[in-house]
C-alpha cells in the first residue's frame, strides 16, 4: 500500500516540495485530484451505459420515488465527500494563514515593483526602518524610499535574491509599489498578492537546499512574464555566513 | 403584424427593426462576428507561446505588450459579446417570446436599443486597438493601479479609456435588455403557461438576467470609479504614495482591494449568467430526444434558482490569495463548494433522463451530451480551485484556464452550437417558408467530434502544465532570465506546450464546417417540416413561428399540458389540447 500511495503522488506532475507544510499541501492536493478523477470516470461511465444500454420500459415510474434514490441519495454522499474535503482544506489553512509567525521567525520585507522583486532585511537591530514614497529612487540607490532620518533603516539591507536559511520559519511582509503583483514560489506551496497600500504577512519554513523560483503570478504590465528572482535556500550555517557578510558591508 | 412589416422600407425591415427576431438574429451575426475575431487571437498567442519567433504579416513580431492586448481583448470579446450575447440576447430574442407563447417582446424600441448599444460596445472595443499605445493591457479583470495610470504601460491611456467606455456601454444594454427579458416573461405568458409549465431553457433565461441586472448594475459603478480615478482626481482605488512609473499619487488614500471587491460581485455572476441559458437548454434536448420528461422538473427549477443566488454569494473565492482576510477566504470556501450540490443535481438529472432511453443522436443532441461532458469535466476541479489552500498553489496557473476554459467557454459554447442545430429551422424560416430549413446532420456531427475532440485535446493539458506551476498571462516561457524559473517552465510546462497548440489549431478548425454548413443550409438547406424534432414546447406552434404568414385563424394561444410530455413512440405538444399522449 505504501508503493501504491507514493506512485499516486509521484504520477501528479507539480515541482519537487521543500517546505515544512508542502507535504500536507500536496497529500491533500492528490486525494482531491484522484477523486475528481474517479468521479470524471464514474459519470462518463454512467453517461456511456445510459446511452448505449437497450430501453426496457421506463425505468422510474414515478419521479417522486425515484427522487431520492436518484438525486437526494447521491447527492448526501457527495454533500458528505466535499464536507470532509473542505474541512481537511480548512485546517491546513488556518495552519497557514489563521495565525501569523512564531515571534522568533526570520523577518524580511518583500517589495514588487514593475518588473523585480526587492528583498530587504533588517540588520542587526532587526528592525525595518520607515519609508517614505517621495524618497523613492533606484537611481540614487534607495529603491524602496528607505528614509535616512529614521535611524531603524541605516542597518537594513537590500537583495534582489531572497536568501534563507533551512528548517527556520521565516515571516514575509509583502507589498508592491506600483500596481498589484503576485508572489508565487511554486517549489515551497506558496502564492500571496502584494498589493499597493497593503502589508501582507504570510510565514513558511523552507526545507530543503536548493534554488527556486520566485514567480510573478498577478498580470502587471509588458514585463510581467520576466519578473522573476531566485530563493536561495542554504544550511544554517552558510545562512549565518552570507548573513554576517552582509550586515558587515552595511555596517 | 407581418403584412406591416413586409411594406417597411429596407432599413426599418432589416436594420433598424424592433421586431424581436430580427434582433435575436442582429446578435447572433454580431456573436459570430467576435467569436471568430476571438478565435483568432487565441490561435495568435498560442502559436506565438511556441513559436515566439515567428513574424505576423503586416505587424512584425509579436511583442509582449501585443500578446496582452490579445489576452485581454480575447477575454472581453468572448466574455462579453459571445457568452453573455448570444445565448441570452440572441436566442433569448428569438426564442424566448415564441417559448412562452408571445408574438413579442415587452419592450421592442428599448429592446433595439440595447442591441444598437452592444454593437457600438463591440465597435469602441475593436477601435482601441487602432490608437496610439494599442488596446489595453490588462486583462478582462482590469485591476487598477494598472488600469488607473495611463502611465502604467502600453495601452493604459486612451486604449483603456476606450475598453472602460464599451464596457460601460455593454453593460447598459445588458441591464435594458435583461428588463425587458424579465418583464417579458412575467407579463406575456400566454393562457396557461404557469411558472412550473415554464420550459427550463425560460428559468434559464429567467436567472441569468436577474443576475444581469444585479451584477451589471455593480459593474457599472465600478467602472465609473475608475474612470474618475483616471481623470477625475479621484482615489478610489489608488492608495496614498503609489509610485507607478516615476508618478507618486498624493492624492487620498483608497485601495486596488476594492475594485477587486466590485469586480468580482459582478465577474462570478456574469460566468452564471453565460452558463445558465445553455444549462436550461440541454435539459430539454436531453428529454426531447430521450422522448422522455425530465427526471425531476421542479427540483431543476429549484437548483436553477439556487445556482443563481449562490452565484452572487461566491465572488471572494477569486481574492483567496488577494490579500482577504483568511477567515473571509473560509467563508467564501464554503458558499463556493455548497454550489457544487446544485450543480451536481442538475447532473444527476441529466443522467437519469436519458439513462437506457435510446435516444436519438441527432447534431443538437450530440452538443446537448457534449455540453453535460464538458461542463461535468471542468466543474470537477471547481471544489479543488473552492479550497484556499489548493488555491494557493493553483491560483493564476494553467489549471484554473483549463478549468473555466472547460466549463464556461466549452459547455457555453456547445450549448451555443446545440440551440443553433436545434432552433436552425427557425432562424432561417422566412415569410415563403415558415417551416424553415433544417442543418445538413452529416457535416454537423463531423463538426461535433471534432469541436469535442479538439475541446478536450486543447484543454486537458492545461492542467498538467498548471500543476507543473505554469502561471497565466506570460507573454513567453523561453528565453525569460532567472534560472530557476526557466528551469522550472522548461521541466513543467514547455514540452506540453506544442501539443495544446495543435489542438487549438484542430478545434479552430473545425469550427470551419459549422461556417460550411451554416452557409450552405441557409441557402440550400433541405426544407424542414413542420416540428421537425417532435417538440412539445411553443416555440414550434405554427402561428408563432419567426417571420410566419399571419395565420388565418388567428387564434388565442394556450397552454394545457407541462413540456417534455412523451409516450412511447409519440409526444404532446404543450398547446394540443388532448390530454394523452397522441
Not at chain 2, 213 to 229: E, G, H, P, Q, R
Not at chain 2, 388 to 397: A, E, K, R, V, W
Request: glycine fraction near 8%; charged fraction near 10%.
Amino acid at each position: 500500500m505504501p508503493q501504491l500511495a507514493s506512485l499516486l503522488t509521484i504520477t501528479w506532475p507539480l515541482p519537487a516540495d521543500a517546505s515544512a507544510h508542502g507535504p500536507a499541501l500536496d497529500l491533500h492536493l492528490f486525494r482531491n485530484l484522484w477523486i475528481a478523477l474517479g468521479l470524471f470516470a464514474l459519470a462518463h461511465l454512467l453517461l456511456l451505459i445510459g446511452l448505449l444500454r437497450s430501453r426496457r420500459g421506463n425505468p422510474y415510474g414515478d419521479d417522486r420515488k425515484h427522487l431520492w434514490q436518484i438525486e437526494y441519495l447521491p447527492l448526501t454522499a457527495l454533500a458528505l465527500l466535499f464536507i470532509f474535503l473542505t474541512v481537511q482544506a480548512e485546517r491546513l489553512w488556518a495552519a497557514a494563514r489563521y495565525t501569523g509567525a512564531d515571534p522568533a521567525a526570520l523577518q524580511i520585507e518583500v517589495t514588487g515593483m514593475q518588473f523585480a522583486w526587492y528583498f530587504r532585511y533588517p540588520g542587526v537591530d532587526a528592525t525595518f526602518g520607515a519609508i517614505q514614497p517621495q524618497l523613492i529612487s533606484a537611481a540614487e540607490g534607495n529603491p524602496l524610499g528607505i528614509d535616512p532620518a529614521d535611524s531603524h533603516g541605516h542597518d537594513d539591507f537590500i537583495t534582489s535574491e531572497l536568501v534563507l536559511p533551512a528548517g527556520r520559519e521565516v515571516d514575509l511582509r509583502l507589498h508592491a509599489q506600483d500596481v498589484i503583483h503576485g508572489f508565487a514560489i511554486p517549489e515551497m506551496r506558496l502564492k500571496q498578492n502584494a498589493v499597493p497600500g497593503e502589508t501582507v504577512h504570510i510565514h513558511f519554513t523552507p526545507v530543503t537546499p536548493g534554488t527556486y523560483a520566485i514567480l510573478c503570478t498577478q498580470l502587471c504590465g509588458t514585463g510581467h512574464y520576466r519578473m522573476n528572482a531566485n530563493l536561495s535556500v542554504l544550511t544554517p550555517a552558510a545562512f549565518a555566513d552570507w548573513l554576517a557578510t552582509h550586515e558587515k558591508v552595511q555596517r | 403584424m407581418n403584412t406591416i412589416t413586409a411594406r417597411k422600407p429596407f432599413l426599418r425591415r432589416y436594420i433598424f427593426s424592433t421586431d424581436h427576431h430580427v434582433i435575436g438574429l442582429q446578435y447572433l451575426i454580431l456573436a459570430l462576428v467576435a467569436v471568430a475575431i476571438g478565435t483568432t487571437m487565441s490561435l495568435l498567442m498560442r502559436i506565438h507561446l511556441v513559436w515566439p519567433d515567428l513574424i505576423l504579416p503586416g505587424h512584425g513580431p509579436i511583442l509582449p505588450e501585443d500578446y496582452l492586448a490579445l489576452v485581454t481583448l480575447h477575454g472581453t470579446m468572448m466574455l462579453f459579446f459571445v457568452l453573455t450575447t448570444a445565448p441570452q440576447s440572441g436566442f433569448g430574442n428569438l426564442i424566448l417570446p415564441a417559448q412562452i407563447g408571445s408574438r413579442t417582446m415587452a419592450f421592442p424600441r428599448l429592446n433595439a436599443t440595447s442591441f444598437w448599444l452592444t454593437a457600438i460596445a463591440l465597435l469602441t472595443l475593436l477601435s482601441s486597438t487602432l490608437v496610439q499605445g494599442g488596446a489595453a493591457i490588462s486583462g478582462w479583470t482590469a485591476y487598477p493601479p494598472l488600469s488607473a495610470v495611463a502611465s502604467a504601460g502600453p495601452g493604459q491611456a486612451l486604449g483603456m479609456d476606450l475598453w472602460l467606455a464599451s464596457i460601460v456601454l455593454f453593460a447598459v444594454a445588458s441591464t435594458a435588455a435583461s428588463i425587458n427579458t424579465l418583464v417579458t416573461i412575467i407579463k406575456l405568458r400566454c393562457d396557461g403557461m404557469t411558472w412550473d409549465r415554464l420550459p427550463l431553457t425560460v428559468w434559464g433565461w429567467f436567472t441569468a438576467a436577474l443576475l444581469s441586472i444585479l451584477a451589471f448594475s455593480v459593474l457599472l459603478a465600478a467602472l465609473v470609479m475608475l474612470f474618475a480615478d483616471r481623470h477625475a482626481g479621484t482615489s478610489f482605488f489608488l492608495p496614498a504614495g503609489d509610485l507607478v512609473s516615476g508618478t507618486l499619487h498624493t492624492g487620498g488614500n483608497g485601495s486596488p482591494l476594492l475594485w477587486l471587491q466590485l469586480f468580482w460581485f459582478f465577474g462570478h455572476p456574469e460566468v452564471y449568467i453565460a452558463i445558465l441559458p445553455g444549462m436550461g437548454l440541454t435539459s430539454m434536448l436531453l428529454a426531447n430526444f430521450s422522448r422522455r420528461r425530465v427526471f425531476a422538473y421542479r427540483t431543476m427549477i429549484l437548483t436553477t434558482l439556487l445556482i443563481g443566488f449562490l452565484g452572487i454569494l461566491v465572488w471572494g473565492h477569486h481574492m483567496f490569495v488577494a490579500g482577504l482576510n483568511p477567515f473571509a477566504g473560509t467563508a467564501f470556501s464554503i458558499s463556493t463548494i455548497a454550489i457544487a450540490l446544485p450543480a451536481a443535481a442538475k447532473v444527476l438529472s441529466w443522467l437519469a433522463t436519458i439513462w437506457r432511453s435510446r435516444p436519438q443522436l441527432t447534431t443538437p443532441m450530440l452538443f446537448a451530451l457534449g455540453f453535460v461532458s464538458l461542463f461535468l469535466t471542468g466543474g470537477l476541479t471547481g471544489p479543488i480551485l473552492a479550497q484556499p489552500i489548493l488555491d494557493q498553489y493553483l491560483h493564476n496557473t494553467f489549471f484554473v484556464v483549463a478549468h473555466f476554459h472547460l466549463i464556461m467557454a466549452m459547455a457555453g459554447v456547445f450549448g451555443l452550437f446545440a440551440g443553433a442545430y436545434y432552433w436552425f429551422p427557425l432562424l432561417s424560416a422566412s415569410s415563403k417558408n415558415p417551416a424553415g430549413r433544417i442543418m445538413s446532420e452529416s457535416l454537423g456531427r463531423w463538426h461535433f467530434w471534432g469541436s469535442f475532440l479538439g475541446a478536450y485535446a486543447t484543454f486537458l493539458p492545461m492542467h498538467i502544465t498548471g500543476l507543473a506551476g505554469e502561471p497565466r498571462h506570460y507573454a513567453q516561457l523561453t528565453g525569460i532570465p532567472g534560472s530557476a524559473a526557466a528551469h522550472l517552465l522548461a521541466t513543467g510546462s514547455i514540452p506540453l506546450q506544442k501539443h495544446i497548440t495543435y489542438g487549438a489549431i484542430f478545434l479552430a478548425s473545425a469550427q470551419m464546417l459549422f461556417l460550411w454548413n451554416l452557409i450552405r443550409s441557409t441557402r440550400r438547406g433541405e426544407y424542414a417540416p413542420e416540428n421537425p424534432w417532435q417538440a412539445t414546447t411553443l416555440e414550434w406552434h405554427p402561428d408563432l413561428a419567426p417571420f410566419a404568414p399571419p395565420s388565418a385563424s388567428n387564434e388565442t394561444i394556450a397552454v394545457h399540458h407541462a413540456p417534455c410530455t412523451y409516450g412511447d413512440t409519440s409526444f404532446l405538444t404543450q398547446w394540443s389540447p388532448g390530454d394523452k399522449p397522441e
